[in-house]
């Protein structure tokens, strides 16, 4: 392999939820390896001021308002997209959500189709709709940002914890069904990160104590260190791995 393999120049790049938190910190670090970003969420004002910190670094980005919830906005979205650029080679799927919080017991199912909606079948639809494109380019790279939960459920977080296991098994099964057409399918598993997301874990200086002694490494993760998860995950550097699932969790699993 010749070159930088972590080389993303001319490659178009399109992160759900890229508007904060881990996908703005994943969309930043897309731009600074060249790549062309597409940042969508629900708030079209919030996506723009990220492209425009991209554009002011020197760099080519887009915003785009999508609910992930509803598959006709994931389709108009992936359509403007390649509208806009004339491709799409990276999808980064990662925009979601964790409505109820507490015992199984007490869940509403309102909450329960808003988590699989949102979760499970916003990263399906997000994921056919991209791959539609990839097909016709022959190459492409998805990355599902899953969670420890995955493995590991928390407690109080069961119907949330379930969405992120089907998105490991997903991303094994589209990586089987994609991998002759050149798109590698890949999920990254965070642990405690430090986002709106995840406030109620770190937001008291006591609570975020004890859940920092839990953590081998004693702290929890800035959204800047999923970026570099990501950036591997697309590039060519991991030419060779599809169907995987990367934790960077501090070592929460081991
Ligand atoms: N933080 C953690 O500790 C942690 C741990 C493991 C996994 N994760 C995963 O990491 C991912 C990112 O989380 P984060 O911690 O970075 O959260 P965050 O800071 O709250 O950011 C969430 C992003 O998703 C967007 N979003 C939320 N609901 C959406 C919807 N229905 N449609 C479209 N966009 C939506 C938000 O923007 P709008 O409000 O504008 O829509 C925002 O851009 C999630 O998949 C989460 O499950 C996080």
């Not at 499970?120 to 056919?128: I, K, T």
């Amino acid at each position: 392999m010749a070159g930088d393999e972590f080389d993303l120049s001319g490659r178009v790049a399109l992160i759900t939820g890229g508007s904060r938190g881990i996908g703005r910190a994943v969309a930043l670090a897309l731009a600074r390896r060249g790549a062309i970003v597409a940042v969508a969420s629900r708030k079209l004002a919030d996506c723009a001021s990220v492209a425009a910190e991209i554009r002011t670094s020197g760099g080519r980005a887009s915003a785009h308002a999508c609910h992930i919830g509803e598959p006709a906005a994931i389709e108009a979205m992936v359509a403007a997209v390649e509208g806009q650029h004339g491709r799409l080679d990276i999808l980064v799927n990662n925009a979601a959500t964790n409505p109820y919080y507490g015992p199984a017991l007490d869940m509403d199912l309102a909450s329960w189709q808003k988590t699989l909606d949102v979760n499970l079948r916003g990263y399906f639809w997000a994921s056919v709709q991209a791959a539609r494109c990839m097909l016709r380019q022959g190459k492409g790279a998805i990355v599902n940002v899953a969670s420890v939960n995955a493995f590991r459920p928390m407690d109080g977080q069961t119907c949330y914890s379930l969405t992120k296991a089907a998105i490991v098994n997903m991303t094994q099964g589209l990586a089987r069904e994609w991998a002759r057409h050149g798109i590698r399918v890949n999920a990254l598993a965070p642990g405690i990160v430090e986002t709106r997301f995840a406030a109620a874990l770190h937001q008291d200086p006591n609570h975020r104590a004890l859940v920092e002694q839990l953590v081998p490494l004693r702290r929890i993760a800035q959204p800047e260190e999923m970026a570099g998860a990501v950036v591997y995950l697309v590039s060519d550097a991991a030419s060779y791995t599809t169907g995987s699932c990367l934790t960077a969790d501090g070592g929460w699993l081991a």
